[in-house]
C-alpha cells in the first residue's frame, strides 16, 4: 500500500528524522486543500511510515486518493481508519463515501447509519447520506431528507441544487425546475451572465423583442433544448442563439432564427433578454404531459466518400451504430461509459455490421483490442453534428451508452438504444423503457447499480431479433 520513500538519514543506529507524524501530517492536509493531491498523497505516506497506526493519515489518504479517482484503494485505506478509530463518525461517513462510489450502497448505507448513530445531528453526515440515498435510486427517501434539511439550510445552494436534480428524475418537474435555477449560484458551474443592457428573461412577453439563446451545458442537452426555440418564436420572440460551432450547421435548418454564433460573440446591444437553454424548460411549464417534440434539424446532403462506402459495407445486413463513451471530463462518466470490449459479442451475432460512431479520448480504443476490422470506424472522420446526423440516418439502429449522440439520433427520430447505469440522468427518470423525450429511444438499464452484465445480455437477445425481424 505504501509508497517507498525517500529514508530518513541515519547516524550509526540513530534515526536523524526531525518531523513527528503528526507534523508531516498537518503538512499534507494544507497540500490537500491546495490542491496538490499527489504532493499530499506523498506526505500522507511518510507520515505512516512514521506512525503507521496514525489513523487520520489512513483517512485523509483515502480522501486523496478518492479526489484521483483511486477508489476501490481509497475504501481500503479509509477502513484502516475505521479499524484503528471504531467510534470515529467522520471516518466513518468518508468510509461510506468511498463505498457509494464503488457501488456498494447497502454497505455504504450502513456505514452512514453508524456514523449518525454517533453524532445524530451533524449536517454535514446526514446531507452526505441524502446523496448517497439519491445515488442509491431510493430517492423518495432522499427527497424527505433533502427537504427535512433545507428547512434549517434554506440558503444552502447545494442542497437545493440535490434537491432539484431528485425532484426531476422523480418527475415532479413543477418543484424540479423551480430549483433548478440555483444552478448559477454553485461555484463548480459557470456564473449566470449578466448583462447592462438586458435582463434575463422569465416569461414575460416578448412580442418583437431579440432573446439571446444560449448553451450552457454539454452538447446533448443544446439538442435537447433546441426544440424550446420554435415556441419563444410562437410567442413573439426573435431569436439570435449562441452555442459551439460543431452545432451550427445542424441548427441551420431551424426556421427564422436571426443568427447563430459562437460563445461570446454576440454584442450586448443586438438583444432585448437573454436566457440559458436549460431555463426554457421551466419557463414553459414542461411537465410529462406537455413536452415539444424535437425541432426539426439540418442533416449533411453528402458524406465523405470513404465514409458512404463503409455505409455500403453494410447494406445487406443491420447497420448498427455504437457509443461506448461520452465526455471523458464529465465528474460520472466513468458509471455511464464502458470498455469497448462490451460490444464486441454484438459484432458476432449474424446479420450485424457495427459502426463505431465514438469521437475524442478514448476513440483509439477499437485498435487497442484488435476490433477495427469487425467494428467499422467512422467517429473520427466527422466534422460536425450535421455529419453526424446524416450518418445516423443511414444506419438502421443505434446502441450507446448515454452521451450527445442519444440526443441527436432520439431528435432525428432514428431507433436508439440508450443503456443507462443504475443511477442515470435525471431526463430517463425511472424504470421506464421508453423516453416521453424522444419517441424513437428505447431504454436498457442496469437491474443493480454496475450491473452492466445484464444489460449486454439483454441488448444482445433483443439485437438477435431485430436480425430476424428484418430477415422477413
Excluded at 142 to 161: C, P, Y
Excluded at 205 to 228: A, H, M, N, P
Excluded at 253 to 275: L, M, S, T, W
Amino acid at each position: 500500500m505504501l509508497r517507498r520513500i525517500r529514508r530518513p538519514r541515519r547516524q550509526g543506529d540513530i534515526c536523524m528524522t526531525t518531523s513527528s507524524a503528526a507534523t508531516v501530517h498537518t503538512v499534507a492536509i494544507e497540500l490537500l486543500k491546495a490542491n496538490k493531491t499527489s504532493e499530499a498523497i506523498d506526505h500522507f505516506h511518510e507520515t505512516l511510515m512514521l506512525d503507521p497506526d496514525f489513523a487520520p493519515a489512513w483517512a485523509n489518504l483515502g480522501i486523496a486518493l478518492r479526489k484521483l479517482g483511486k477508489f476501490e484503494t481509497s475504501v481500503i485505506c479509509t477502513s484502516r481508519a475505521i479499524t484503528l478509530a471504531p467510534q470515529n463518525a467522520a471516518f466513518l461517513a468518508n468510509y461510506g463515501n468511498c463505498l457509494a462510489d464503488l457501488d456498494r450502497f447497502d454497505e455504504s448505507y450502513k456505514a452512514y447509519a453508524e456514523a449518525m448513530r454517533l453524532k445524530p445531528d451533524d449536517f454535514t453526515l446526514r446531507y452526505n447520506y441524502a446523496i448517497a440515498l439519491r445515488d442509491g435510486m431510493r430517492l423518495e427517501e432522499a427527497r424527505m431528507l433533502f427537504n427535512e434539511l433545507l428547512k434549517n439550510h434554506s440558503d444552502n445552494i447545494e442542497i437545493v441544487w440535490d434537491a432539484a436534480m431528485t425532484c426531476l428524475q422523480l418527475g415532479d418537474f413543477k418543484n424540479g425546475w423551480q430549483a433548478f435555477e440555483a444552478r448559477f449560484k454553485r461555484p463548480i458551474m459557470a456564473r449566470e451572465r449578466i448583462y447592462k443592457n438586458a435582463p434575463r428573461w422569465r416569461g414575460e412577453d416578448i412580442k418583437g423583442k431579440t432573446v439571446l439563446v444560449y448553451e450552457e451545458q454539454g452538447f446533448g442537452d443544446t439538442v435537447l433544448c433546441s426544440r424550446y426555440i420554435p415556441l419563444i418564436q410562437a410567442r413573439g420572440g426573435i431569436v439570435i442563439l449562441e452555442c459551439k460551432r460543431p452545432l451550427h450547421k445542424l441548427f441551420s435548418a431551424i426556421p427564422d432564427i436571426k443568427r447563430i454564433a459562437e460563445p461570446g460573440q454576440v454584442a450586448d446591444n443586438e438583444f432585448d433578454y437573454h436566457v440559458p437553454m436549460m431555463s426554457l424548460p421551466g419557463i414553459f411549464g414542461t411537465d410529462l404531459s406537455s413536452i415539444p417534440p424535437p425541432v426539426r434539424l439540418h442533416v449533411a446532403p453528402t458524406l465523405p466518400p470513404h465514409i458512404a462506402h463503409m455505409l455500403r459495407l453494410g447494406e445487406k445486413q443491420l447497420k448498427v451504430g455504437i457509443i461506448w463513451s461520452g465526455n471523458v471530463e464529465f465528474f460520472n462518466n466513468r458509471k455511464r461509459a464502458v470498455d469497448v470490449s462490451r460490444f464486441l459479442p454484438l459484432s458476432a451475432i449474424p446479420g450485424v455490421q457495427l459502426y463505431s460512431l465514438q469521437k475524442g479520448p478514448r476513440e483509439n480504443e477499437l485498435e487497442a483490442c484488435g476490433a477495427e476490422g469487425l467494428i467499422l470506424k467512422v467517429g473520427p472522420e466527422l466534422s460536425d453534428f450535421s455529419e453526424t446526423a446524416a450518418v445516423l440516418k443511414q444506419l438502421d439502429l443505434v446502441i450507446m451508452t448515454d452521451s450527445s449522440v442519444a440526443h441527436l439520433a432520439g431528435s432525428l427520430g432514428v431507433p436508439v438504444w440508450n443503456l443507462l447505469s443504475h443511477s442515470a440522468y435525471w431526463l430517463y427518470l425511472t424504470e421506464r423503457q421508453d423516453s416521453p423525450w424522444y419517441a424513437s429511444m428505447r431504454l436498457f438499464r442496469q437491474p443493480k447499480a454496475g450491473d452492466w452484465d445484464s444489460v449486454f445480455a439483454q441488448v444482445a437477445t433483443e439485437l438477435e431479433k431485430a436480425v430476424r425481424l428484418q430477415v422477413r
